[in-house]
């Protein structure tokens, strides 16, 4: 006997992009970041046509992480995917990402048909319905990954990777006045990728694929920043609030989705840091314990760090999704890595 | 700790060594070039400070024979034009030139100092500077490690934030907490893994520049009062909430409301 007899209108075929799917919220085209906690907590997960800023911890580890996650999603969901660093080669980074925790679809199909009646004791009267329903989409919005294995090579070759490393900023820069010349280069960079990948809104494809983009430590010293003062130490340089003008502009004319990480803790220019967070969309920063007083806190035993939600995005809306809280944290295990809300131990007294 | 960075047992890429007036690090530089000297095909020490000529005397009275010394501290910026090294002169060209045998394996490269490279030149030419020193494009074999040397109380505290950024590894020399030692350092460690140790230590230096004597400077604390015996909230009540084990299995066979039975009828 079912539950109810309301029966979903016939199925309407849309052309539905793989990896992506509308929020729940404002009907906006979203793609998952790689960490599905951190999905949940921003709403359901990346907004298409955004850039994404992750400030990052003091030593930069769990930021690279993120980034890595980001990268292993687009090899999962088959996006394309352009990788950019200036302090280390990124294919270094490509042959870290970790592997995909694939649960095999043929074993619950066995699962369900063999359930004995008196399976459930509390729950029974959920028995009869029907197993986990997937949705239209073919391929799920999320995935999870294992940090201990290393992502099998093939599944990155199919997306065919776009790497900038190091060298090519140095050969592929040009004197340029508005803008520090390693940031004109990645921008025209950027945009000769949504060009020839049809990612444009203006190219018209049968076949629409998102490209991420996900550049790792920008505005550090290798990239010619001096912590945002230009070369006589007295002005200001203003060069990375017009990179990150220049890409949110390229963004919103295009099927891509951007993942940056600054070390702002660099930046000790009063209001700079200011700049940086206005000119992007979804702003996260996170503040890890290593070599801190906090490590020591008992209140934070469980936690690597603290994950704050800095600004999110009012996207063809007025409001902006707002999380039920802003105290979350992260702790990495061996195998996974999770953003949770700040739990404080609870206190049982001694009466 | 020291011990272990200084004879190689931890790997770290770019060392730095901050000291300043009162405490000074050239003797843990000098033992850094020693130690390496017998774990590399060759050292090569860089001098761009006044000061350096000592080290140049204590480095020729030790007569360690793959020490390379580059005198750069005469022309630092190259207004007289004089061949040799300068603050701006490509480093990696100049050793392959100044290399005495082909075919040498692993290089190592000791800067003393870095602050003029720092006041000359701006910070981000400095950081790419270590970092293209140790990415082994250029030069035919692989540089195990670039250790420099750096006047903290030169600089201020957003170029060095900078330099700190780019080096895996940063002591900085600080007062002696005992008379038994000579010297003390902070040492900042970044481990390849991800983990971060911060620790102070004591340590010597013997005549030839060998770290001994290594002990672990202990901070002080108030330790907060642990609440060791947690209590039980069930414990102490005056009714009973555990079941015995009749009466688990009695529990178990209680056949729940609104089942249907053998017959389809409701409970």
Redesign the interface.
Known sequence: MATTSFQKKARVKINQIAGTKPSLFNNQLLVSSGVPSLDNIIGGGLAVGTVCLVEEDTYGNYSRLLLKYFSAEAAMTGHSLVLTSGDQDPSQILKELPAPIIDDPGEINTANSAEQPENMKIAWRYQHLPGNQLGHSSSKFGHYYDLTKVMDPQLLTSIKPVLIGPEDLERGCNQCQELNPKYKYLLTRIQKEIEQGGHSTTQHTDKRNILRIAVHSLGSPQWDECGGLDLSHEDTDFSLPRFLLALRVLMRSAFAVCLITIPTHLFQIPGYVGRLRKMCDTVLLMESFAGSDKEKNPAFKEYHGLFHIVQLPRLNSLLSHMPDTLDFAFKLRRKKFTIEKLHLLSELSNT | MIGDIVSGSETSKIILIEDSIDNSGRSLLLSYAVSLSQRVDEVHILLFDVRSQDTYEAVKSLGIQNIRVHDGSKDLLQWNKTPGLGLHTDVKTLILRGRVSPGTKSVAIVIDSLSPLLTHT???Y???TL?GLISS?DLESQVLQVVSLLHGDLHD??SL???H??CTTIQKMVPVTTPLTMYCCNT?H?KVS?????ITENFNLLEDFRVMDVSEVKQVTKS?PQ?SN??D?TANLPFNLSLSDKEKEARSQVI?P??YNKERTLY
């Open positions: 701006s910070p981000p400095t950081c790419k970092h494009e505290d957003h934030s900078l330099v950024h780019t900042l970044k991800g983990k971060v140790i911060r907060i609440d947690e209590m909230p729940l609104y089942t």
